[in-house]
């Protein structure tokens, strides 16, 4: 019913910086929230920032001061601008649409920072 696409995800440096964009097969204004996780290996998968249909935001600890959700309603995009990236940060990043009867992952898009 939903499909959602990643992109942007590579190889950066650390200290670098990465935006993820994240489409969605429909508009994302039917979504009650989207927000961006990550798996590293052998962690579980994690928070990394979120964005409700109201604007609001609201990030991980570690991702604080470094990364910024945002959204494009006319593209259907909600991206995640990454900055000062640490190799701590290298993971699968998904976007996940968040509405009141269901969820919809993506398939996820690799990041990994390292020099």
């Known amino acids: 019913q939903v499909q959602l696409v990643e992109s942007g995800g590579g190889l950066v440096q650390p200290g670098g910086s990465l935006r993820l964009s994240c489409v969605a097969s429909?508009?994302?204004?039917?979504?009650?929230?989207m927000g961006w996780y990550r798996q590293a290996p052998g962690k579980q998968r994690e928070l990394v920032a979120l964005?409700?249909?109201?604007?609001?935001?609201s990030y991980a600890d570690s991702a604080k001061g470094r990364f910024t959700i945002f959204s494009d309603n006319a593209k259907n995009t909600v991206d995640l601008q990454m900055n000062s990236l640490k190799p701590e940060d290298t993971a699968v990043y998904y976007c996940?649409?968040?509405?009141?009867?269901?969820?919809?992952w993506g398939k996820g898009t690799l990041v990994t920072v390292s020099s």
């Open positions: 964005i409700t249909s109201g604007g609001s935001t």
């Open positions: 996940k649409a968040h509405t009141y009867w269901s969820d919809y």
């Open positions: 429909r508009s994302i204004f039917s979504f009650n929230a």
